[in-house]
């Protein structure tokens, strides 16, 4: 009887330790979801605000209305698409053959794509201007210019993100299949790799997208008319509009995080399956 008894309470004790481990998780993980979604909450009734303290959609049902909106709106996607599409083109064939070819160089270009997350977007946007300087109007005087600055910004995401998808296959030797059978290097990285960095290629893709989308500080510095930058010129004559557009933007740029937990974790499965 004594020898069950200590038994029971031997295991007792992990199980009350365990217990307090999962309030301690729930507590801090209410906490930190109440000091997010409580602003969010508070925009989103300022927003519904109507007269006489009532609550209505007529501002969001104006938003699209506003003058300026729409070309802002269509400008953001448009430099959203670019940056993605010349940041894949750059990131996806230089990330493989950094794999392939210089494995040992992987870390210092890691932390050579990480500086623009230290870099003050200031001197990132002020570089840009001394480095065009002189340089041709369809550059420095259209978004071009945005864009290939959000395309540094994006590197950080992106280069992760291929690296993690590529260290997850066998690249060298899908590579050298491909190569023996006697196909060229392109057609090696078109119908070879990328199909099997769909996922790693649709979450950088979202990332960047997501980023550019709510970038205010480069497109402010080199004068460009972007959804952010609109967002916050309204903000100085109606609070209501500015706050409906920032929400807009939050709930496009969780959407996007959302697809890329979903096509992740179906990528995750399938990864599985076949293993």
């Not at 969001?60 to 959203?80: H, R």
């Not at 500015?242 to 959407?255: D, R």
Request: glycine letters at 8%; aromatic letters at 6%.
């Amino acid at each position: 009887m004594t020898a069950v008894a200590d038994l029971t309470v031997a295991t007792q004790g992990p199980r009350r330790k365990l217990g307090k481990g999962r309030v301690a998780a729930w507590l801090v993980l209410i906490v930190a979801a109440l000091y997010f979604l409580i602003p969010i909450a508070a925009s989103v009734e300022f927003s519904l605000r109507g007269v006489h303290d009532t609550h209505d959609l007529s501002t969001w049902e104006n938003l699209f209305g506003q003058p300026g909106f729409v070309d802002n709106l269509i400008t953001s996607l448009e430099l959203a698409a670019g940056t993605v599409v010349i940041t894949l083109v750059l990131m996806v064939p230089t990330t493989a053959w950094v794999h392939l070819r210089l494995p040992k160089l992987r870390r210092l270009i890691e932390a050579i794509c990480v500086l623009p997350l230290v870099i003050p977007a200031v001197v990132l946007a002020n570089g840009v201007l001394v480095a065009f300087r002189g340089g041709p109007n369809w550059l420095t005087g259209t978004p071009v210019i945005l864009a290939l600055e959000y395309v540094v910004l994006a590197l950080p995401f992106t280069y992760r993100t291929l690296d993690a998808g590529l260290s997850s296959i066998p690249l060298t030797t899908l590579v050298e299949a491909g190569r023996n059978l006697g196909a060229s290097w392109l057609t090696v990285l078109l119908r070879v790799v990328v199909p099997n960095l769909r996922t790693s290629i649709l979450n950088a893709s979202i990332l960047s997208a997501a980023m550019v989308l709510g970038e205010f500080t480069i497109a402010n510095l080199l004068l460009m008319n972007t959804l952010p930058v609109w967002t916050v010129q309204a903000g100085q004559q109606d609070g209501e509009v500015a706050t409906a557009a920032s929400m807009l933007i939050l709930i496009v740029t969780w959407a996007l995080l959302l697809l890329m937990s979903v096509f992740g974790q179906r990528g995750a499965r399938r990864t599985g399956r076949s293993g």
